[in-house]
Antibody
Framework: QVQLVESGGGVVQPGGSLRLTCLGS????????IHWVRQAPGRGLEWVTQ????????FFAGSVRGRFSVSRDNSKNTLYLQMSSLSADDTAVYFC??????????????WGQGTMVIVSS | QAALTQPASVSGSPGQSITISCAGTSSDVGIYNRVSWYQHHPHKVPQLIIY???YRPSGVSNRFSGSKSGNTASLTISGLQAEDEADYYCTSYTTSDTWVFGGGTKLTVL
């Protein structure tokens, strides 16, 4: 079945770095843009970034621009979110989500189960 | 980009209809028909229920419908059922090539 699985979450100290991974299966990964969306404890969803199907374009929320980077390896059906200069405000569950493309344009039609990032000393 | 504005909570009795608003600006909701809605049960994965303002993905109940007027989009759930109790989020594509979510609305089925 169509699936996204995140990994790489954990506890990191303020100012530190962490890399999250999103593995896709059950669909042609290289045909889809992918997003990262996060949810801080007790808070709502926040869009973080999008990377185009071929990695040629990347867009970021203002809250992470300059600190986060995103990349993908379509040969491995894998997406990476590199996070640096982390602060307590980055503590959240991080979801990767598939762009619906022609099936559900500008929407997120498949979500992973999320991976928790805790920024704490 | 400021978050879209949703009511913090709404409630209704089984069988009733409720509407959740999602207020944006002329840089997001107002300029594009690129609003989508998500149902999020606690400890589960968000589910897409409406895209491009009014369209339902296959498998989503026709009790869910969407609309838009000016800078405000709305989600209506008719024939409320207990299983509809969840958090609901709107999101819109923006003129900055980014997406912005609403703060979320907690639906309570009385």
């Amino acid at each position: 079945q169509v699936q996204l699985v995140e990994s790489g979450g954990g506890v990191v100290q303020p100012g530190g770095s962490l890399r999250l991974t999103c593995l896709g299966s059950g669909f042609t990964f290289g045909n889809h843009a992918i997003h990262w969306v996060r949810q801080a404890p007790g808070r709502g969803l926040e869009w973080v970034t999008q990377i185009w199907f071929d990695g040629s374009q990347k867009f970021f929320a203002g809250s992470v621009r300059g600190r986060f980077s995103v990349s993908r390896d379509n040969s491995k059906n894998t997406l990476y979110l590199q996070m640096s200069s982390l602060s307590a405000d980055d503590t959240a569950v991080y979801f990767c989500a598939r762009d619906g493309q022609q099936h559900a344009p500008y929407a997120f039609d498949v979500w992973g189960q999320g991976t928790m990032v805790i920024v704490s000393s | 980009q400021a978050a879209l504005t949703q009511p913090a909570s709404v409630s209704g009795s089984p069988g009733q209809s409720i509407t959740i608003s999602c207020a944006g600006t002329s840089s997001d909701v107002g300029i594009y028909n690129r609003v989508s809605w998500y149902q999020h049960h606690p400890h589960k994965v968000p589910q897409l229920i409406i895209y491009e303002v009014t369209y339902r993905p296959s498998g989503v109940s026709n009790r869910f419908s969407g609309s838009k007027s000016g800078n405000t989009a709305s989600l209506t759930i008719s024939g409320l059922q207990a299983e509809d109790e969840a958090d609901y989020y709107c999101t819109s594509y923006t003129t900055s090539d980014t997406w912005v979510f609403g703060g979320g609305t907690k639906l309570t089925v009385l």
